[in-house]
């Protein structure tokens, strides 16, 4: 099995690495209340997923 017959320079491998980067959540907008939440999760704002109300959320 073949095997590098030198290692990689430091700068080489921060190329590499340079590409790893955080990226901005998707957000879509609910369809009850109409504030960004997570897609795929209920509303933290109301509660509601998928037109039902899943969570109860405390009146403050």
Do not use: D, F
């Amino acid at each position: 099995m073949p095997v590098p017959k030198r290692r990689h320079s430091n700068s080489r491998t921060n190329k590499r690495r340079a590409n790893w980067k955080l990226s901005p959540p998707n957000l879509v907008q609910c369809a009850h209340c109409k504030q960004p939440r997570m897609p795929h999760r209920a509303c933290p704002h109301c509660g509601y997923y998928g037109g039902r109300e899943i969570v109860q959320i405390k009146e403050v």
